[in-house]
């Protein structure tokens, strides 16, 4: 039984009529729209167009790691595996002795875990590169086995 | 599943271990005695059957009295395995999550931001190279095709020809 008074969808953009005939001819259609340059608005939020990691300092969060150009991210990532170890036992060694005093170590320890999630998503850009570099060389492979192919 | 994926995982997997292991240790602790002049929290049951009772008091690790009246003193006193086993295994599973972690920071294939940039340049470079030899080969294949295509036919109409003269 239908609802009398359900809320009606809004309709399809009107776009779809620009694209009737593409089928018999493709280039009666428009073309995809270019990509934007510089910040643009998408559902009501600002975006800018650039696609960076803001820095720990813009949260108002500690860096504990060096900073630099090169930051060689295995062994802060052990560093601070090995700091958040030492809190962990401190946050214990505290709520035995004087467990009043336990803000400060979980702060510390919510640093710690921030500051490696920073490194992890700093990551992220690498990881993207690197999957380029294997579309890249699976592309290679597959036109050359096509050339193969059509060879023989 | 993707390696910084993993690790991101394996840090949110201590971060749970670790608030359990507090969170659980806080639960199970039996009360504290503050002073003689109290009665005794773990076991407030004053009955002068228990010939074991000095042995539960003031012991919290304890092991549980024996078996006769251990029904009545199990109620009244709390499970003593929790106190000795179940910090040891929660400390071992968070050492484990830290050595998972130092391990798949180890397997993490790094390399420089310039020597990737590099090696796309180069891929794509030789993409191209390749990609044009592939057109090439494939418009030389095309040709081929119609001539063959053109000489079937032929080859046909003649046979249809010859039978026509029979």
């Given at each position: ?152 | ?82 106190l000795s086993e179940q910090p040891k295994a929660m400390s071992h599973a968070l050492v484990l999550a830290a050595k998972k972690f130092d391990a798949l920071v180890a397997a993490l294939p790094l390399s420089s931001e310039e020597d990737q940039v590099k090696r796309i340049q180069e891929l794509q470079a030789e993409n191209e190279v390749v990609g044009l030899e592939l057109q090439k080969q494939l418009e030389a294949a095309e040709r ?23």
């Amino acid at each position: 039984m239908a609802m009398a008074t359900s809320s009606s969808y809004p309709p399809p953009p009107p776009f779809y009529r620009l694209y009737k005939n593409f089928e018999q001819d493709p280039s009666s259609a428009p073309e995809p729209p270019p990509p934007i340059d510089g910040p643009f608005k998408a559902l009501g939020v600002d975006y800018t167009g650039d696609v960076v990691i803001p820095s720990l300092e813009s949260h108002n969060v500690r860096q504990l790691y060096p900073k630099g150009p090169n930051i060689d991210f295995k062994k802060e990532l052990r560093t601070l595996n090995r700091e958040l170890q030492l809190h962990i036992l401190e946050l214990a060694d505290i709520l035995v002795e004087r467990p009043s005093q336990y803000a400060r170590r979980v702060e510390d320890i919510t640093l710690i875990f921030k500051n490696l999630h920073h490194l992890l998503n700093s990551l992220r850009p690498h990881q993207a590169r690197a999957t380029l570099i294997h579309m890249l060389e699976s592309q290679i492979q597959h036109r050359k086995e096509a050339i193969e192919d059509i060879k023989q | 599943m993707d390696i910084i994926t993993q690790l991101q995982d394996q840090l949110d997997e201590m971060a749970m271990l670790a608030v359990n292991t507090f969170g659980t240790l806080q639960r199970d602790v039996p009360t504290d005695r503050l002073s003689n002049s109290y009665s005794d929290p773990l076991n407030s049951n004053p009955k002068p059957e228990d010939d074991s009772k000095p042995q539960v008091q003031g012991q919290p690790g304890a092991p549980p009295p024996p078996p006769p009246t251990a029904q009545v003193q199990a109620q009244a006193q709390p499970p003593a395995y929790n106190l000795s086993e179940q910090p040891k295994a929660m400390s071992h599973a968070l050492v484990l999550a830290a050595k998972k972690f130092d391990a798949l920071v180890a397997a993490l294939p790094l390399s420089s931001e310039e020597d990737q940039v590099k090696r796309i340049q180069e891929l794509q470079a030789e993409n191209e190279v390749v990609g044009l030899e592939l057109q090439k080969q494939l418009e030389a294949a095309e040709r081929e095709l119609k001539q063959v295509e053109v000489l079937f036919n032929e080859a046909t109409d003649n046979c249809i020809n010859f039978k026509k003269l029979d």
